[in-house]
């Protein structure tokens, strides 16, 4: 199926596709091509310059394919590759061509979900150790406290499908200890990957109800939504005729039963290498 004009959606793996999921609701028109690097996934753990170079190789895949908006929906990526990207590769190569993230429009808003000031922020050792959160949180909301937690057990619980077994207990009571620990006044989680939602009943159980737990998707939706308005011309690109393709460079048959639980339905994907 040919699926022309499309917003293209990329992460490393399977997170990715809880940012498709509530784009794809709020804007069930467009068509879209998602992009999973599974082959090399998970990307937490690699140098700022190998996951640009797998990000890079990715984005210049689905701008073959004909997408001419391209959005991060992996806060690695986007954290390690979105700004090179965005000053160095567009504009030389691709100056026709949009790509955004995860992080900015996180950013933007997560500051006005919490009443005490103090967020704690969830993600993978990059995007911890890049302070991309702290850095952007910060531009908006000056007046809070960001702590981060990197939990790199998550990922590899979830893309074994291991996340709803009691093993699991563990290692999320283990890191939310690890972030509560460094203050009490944290009233508000942010998700700071697109695996972790799958651990959201997990968390939920371990931290109670008076702390606010915020996954991305629905904000990223938004965010996209309103850049679209914004930006007609981009948005007269986008093919509309509610057309979807899903691409992997690992296992297809791995890549349709994960992804079967991250959409709770069922999709046939195509094996690609970028």
Known sequence: MNVE????VFDSGFGGLTVFKAIAQQMPNYNYIYLGDNARSPYGDHSFDTVYQYTLECVEWLFAQGCPLVILACNTASAKALR??????LPKKY?????????RPTAEVIGEMSQSKSIGVLGTRGTVRSESYLIEIHKFFPEVKVYQQSCPMWVPLIENGEHENEGADYFVRKYLDELLRQSSQ?????????????L???????IGANINVVA???IVAKSLLN????????????GQQSMQSFYTTGDTQTFDEHASVFLERSIKSIKVKV
Not at 191 to 198: D, M, V
Request: proline share 7%; with cysteine.
């Open 200 to 206: 959201v009943p997990k968390i939920k159980a371990q």
């Open 227 to 238: 850049y679209l308005e914004r930006h007609p011309e981009v948005n007269a690109h986008l």
């Open 216 to 218: 991305q998707g629905d």
């Open 95 to 103: 100056p026709s061509n949009k790509v955004l993230g995860v992080i």
């Open 84 to 89: 090179n990207i965005q000053q160095l590769d």
């Open 5 to 8: 004009n499309a917003i293209g």
């Open 186 to 198: 944290i009233d508000t989680i942010l998700l700071a990957c697109t695996h972790y939602p799958l």
